[in-house]
């Protein structure tokens, strides 16, 4: 079984920094596509970062510009860079992977998940 382990979450202060890592217990080459959700109580997990094909990426707007995402191949491990945080973006934040080219950006889409770091923003 594929494992991804999330780390750097924590709390900060509206407008402060985090940095997200997605530890890989393969190597990244072996997902077509990788993403970073997010969830709240009560809510559907949603997407907010994608990284697939050609390492091209998608974003939801609602973090556009503020949340790249990234690979390391060298460290089978993938980034989120948290800039700019809203009390908003308060969330669990959960590493997706497939095998497989994602059409549907959906949770049903990623076969792999990690176990989620949280991330705290305050004002």
């Known amino acids: 079984q594929v494992q991804l382990v999330e780390s750097g979450g924590g709390s900060v202060q509206a407008g402060g920094s985090l940095r997200l890592s997605c530890a890989a217990s393969r190597g990244l080459s072996n997902y077509a596509c990788m993403a970073w959700f997010r969830q709240t109580p009560g809510k559907e997990r949603e997407g907010v970062a994608i990284i697939g094909t050609a390492d091209i990426t998608n974003y939801a707007d609602s973090v556009k510009g503020r949340f790249p995402i990234s690979k390391d191949y060298a460290k089978n491990t993938l980034y989120l860079q948290l800039n700019s945080l809203k009390t908003e973006d308060t969330a669990m934040y959960y590493c997706?992977?497939?095998?497989?080219?994602?059409?549907?950006?959906?949770?049903?889409?990623?076969?792999?998940w990690g176990q989620g770091t949280q991330v705290t923003v305050s004002s």
């Open positions: 997706g992977a497939s095998e497989y080219i994602v059409v549907t950006a959906t949770r049903a889409d990623y076969k792999y």
